[in-house]
């Protein structure tokens, strides 16, 4: 099937689709405004559903967070702007879940009725739903590529301490050239890229380096100083 515009998600490692969008921050034209930044673009179902509702609350109670690792989070859904409005007003004003209350969502949210944006991204899946985007979550560097790509069902909310764990790791990757083991937390040891040959499978096997140990020659790690 020749792909399209509604088929033809952004994958791994290419450019992510710029587009410009009306949001309940006002216009944002993406990726200009984002200079600079990671940008974790996520979209839910609809306004005022439950999932979504503790998904909104926990994002933007996390938002200094992901601020502290300049990254900004931008939402979406295929509702149009004063239902978004009134949505939020509703979490602000009456809904209080696992101790959050009075949470205001300051992070811009996309007004897609017509899933110009939605498609663009992949988010809209037929065999889920024609009407609703499913819960993607694309996580963008600041050169503007797609660097993780989450997808999850309509029934099930997102683990938003998993996307801020992987920001992390993959800044930590970038900045030190390295790797994070399965179940990587900041402050664990991180890997080595292995060696480009055996001369050097040898050398890193038995050099004797204090922040650096091997289980074998493919498999070394790096100590953590935090």
Not at 27 to 56: M, Q, R
Not at 120 to 140: E, H, Y
């Amino acid at each position: 099937m020749e792909e399209t515009e509604t088929t033809r998600m952004p994958l791994i490692g290419d450019e992510a689709p710029s587009f410009k969008a009306t949001t309940t921050q006002g216009e944002i034209n993406f990726p200009k405004d984002y200079k600079g930044k990671w940008v974790v673009l996520f979209s839910h179902p609809a306004d005022f559903t439950p999932v979504c509702t503790t998904e909104f609350m926990t994002f933007a109670t996390m938002e200094d967070e992901f601020r502290e690792l300049n990254t900004e989070l931008i939402g979406l859904s295929i509702d149009g702007i004063h239902a978004h409005i009134a949505w939020l007003r509703t979490i602000k004003e009456k809904i209080e879940y696992k101790g959050m209350k009075d949470v205001e969502v300051n992070f811009p949210v996309i007004a897609d009725i017509k899933m110009e944006v939605a498609k663009k991204f992949g988010m809209v899946q037929l065999g889920a739903s024609d009407t609703q985007a499913v819960r993607a979550v694309f996580i963008i560097d600041p050169k503007n590529k797609v660097r993780a790509i989450l997808y999850y069902p309509l029934s099930n909310g997102r683990n938003m301490d998993e996307v801020k764990r992987l920001v992390i790791a993959m800044q930590k990757s970038d900045a030190e050239q390295i790797a994070t083991p399965a179940n990587w937390q900041p402050g664990d040891d991180v890997i080595i890229p292995p060696p480009g040959s055996c001369g050097m499978a040898k050398e890193r096997v038995e050099a004797k380096e204090d922040d650096k140990y091997c289980l074998d020659w493919f498999m070394c790690f790096k100590k953590s100083k935090e």
